[in-house]
């Protein structure tokens, strides 16, 4: 078990640009979580995932957001046509999904900063 | 509208006392609390979690409460260290895994 991990750790982008980062959660959870971070605020739930299926996506989310688990194991979260408002910590984290073990245990995150 | 306030920013204290964070909410029935530690450029890292049908958990030097009442739960760090120094978070669980964060309280413990 190496934990969550998270790629590219940074990634700096021109706006318009779409960038793709990756989630690999530890194995055997059957959840993934995306959470975005700006400086002085708490994770912000993005969406999240049982297995495959991808069960909850925030109303904050715009269209320019995709995400997918397509095999239940890694997940990716896209952003389209980046705009500088992007700019963030993206964090993953991952659970067993089981009653009673709910923590969450989340990846270093990937700071994006879109100029 | 549903809300989680963490007490004050920022929270300096001096080494070996206790550190006492708050998190009061409103408009959430969450099943369980949990208590992250964040340091900087890095992600939450799992502390606690109490569940609503209890009063109390201890961890070590970490001691959690969660009153449903009053909708609030006291983080205790008892004989704090400088290594101590991060942003505590506090999470609601508000539907069914998903977890819904505080802005965090960035405690500092001077030697």
């Known amino acids: 078990d190496t934990g969550v991990s998270q790629n590219p750790r940074h990634k700096i982008t021109k706006r318009g640009q779409n960038v793709t980062f990756r989630c690999d959660p530890i194995?055997?959870?059957?959840?993934l979580y995306w959470y975005r971070q700006t400086l002085g605020q708490g994770p912000e739930f993005l969406t999240y995932?049982?297995?495959?299926?991808?069960?909850?996506k925030s109303r904050l989310l715009s269209d320019r957001f995709s995400a997918e688990r397509p095999k239940g194991s890694f997940s990716t979260l896209e952003i389209q046509r980046t705009e500088q408002g992007d700019s963030a910590m993206y964090l993953c984290?991952?659970?067993?999904?089981?009653?009673?073990?709910?923590?969450?245990?989340f990846g270093p995150g990937t700071r994006l900063l879109v100029l | 509208s549903q809300k989680i306030e963490q007490n004050s920013e920022a929270l300096n204290i001096q080494e070996g006392k206790t550190a006492t964070l708050t998190c009061n909410y409103t408009n959430y029935s969450p099943a369980y609390l949990q208590w992250y530690r964040q340091d900087p450029g890095r992600g939450p890292v799992f502390l606690l979690l109490?569940?609503?049908?209890?009063k109390e958990k201890r961890k070590e030097r970490l001691k959690v409460t969660f009153d449903t009442t009053l909708k609030q739960s006291l983080f205790h760090i008892t004989a704090s260290q400088p290594a101590d120094s991060a942003t505590y978070l506090c999470?609601?669980?508000?539907?069914?895994?998903?977890?819904?964060f505080g802005d965090g309280t960035t405690l500092t413990v001077k030697p």
């Open positions: 995932f049982q297995n495959e299926a991808q069960l909850e």
């Open positions: 984290a991952s659970s067993t999904g089981q009653r009673y073990q709910e923590t969450q245990y």
């Open positions: 999470a609601l669980d508000t539907n069914a895994g998903k977890s819904t």
């Open positions: 109490i569940r609503e049908n209890e």
């Open positions: 194995s055997e959870h059957n959840r």
